[in-house]
């Protein structure tokens, strides 16, 4: 089957026509594969996307049996232990720690005191 080729703004076009369009299920807007095979242009239609599955909530809850328990899964790519690793050489000491707060404007609770401002009322 021969074709011709036409301008379409700065691209080309390829016309497909009706009968082939319809056998390979081509609408307008459908995304397509082009492969270069030396001097053979292949249009491969892409495969439809699957629907992904819609859950609620209720119904993935209604399918655990009563009294089954599911199989333990951990997820973590370190063991969950807290480490035992001593960090008190890179640490700050409580003096240095409380220098810092002091320095920093936070008080007891945590939060940054209020300057005291120099402008009179």
């Known amino acids: 089957m021969k074709t011709k080729i036409a301008k379409w703004g700065n691209s080309i ?17 459908k995304v397509v594969d082009l492969k270069k095979e030396g ?16 859950y609620r909530l209720e119904d993935l809850v209604a399918q655990i049996k009563p009294g089954s ?7 973590g790519i370190l063991p969950s232990e807290w480490p ?12 240095e720690w409380s220098n810092w707060k002091k320095e920093a404007g936070i008080n007891q609770s945590g939060q940054k005191r209020a300057r005291k401002s120099s402008r009179r009322a």
């Open 13 to 29: 076009a390829l016309r497909v026509p009706k009968g082939l369009a319809q056998d390979l299920g081509l609408v307008a807007g």
């Open 84 to 95: 035992v690793e001593d960090w008190s050489d890179i640490a700050p000491s409580d003096e």
């Open 69 to 75: 328990v599911p199989p333990f899964e951990d997820w």
């Open 39 to 54: 001097t053979v242009l292949a249009v491969e239609t892409a495969p439809e996307r699957r629907k992904v599955p819609v």
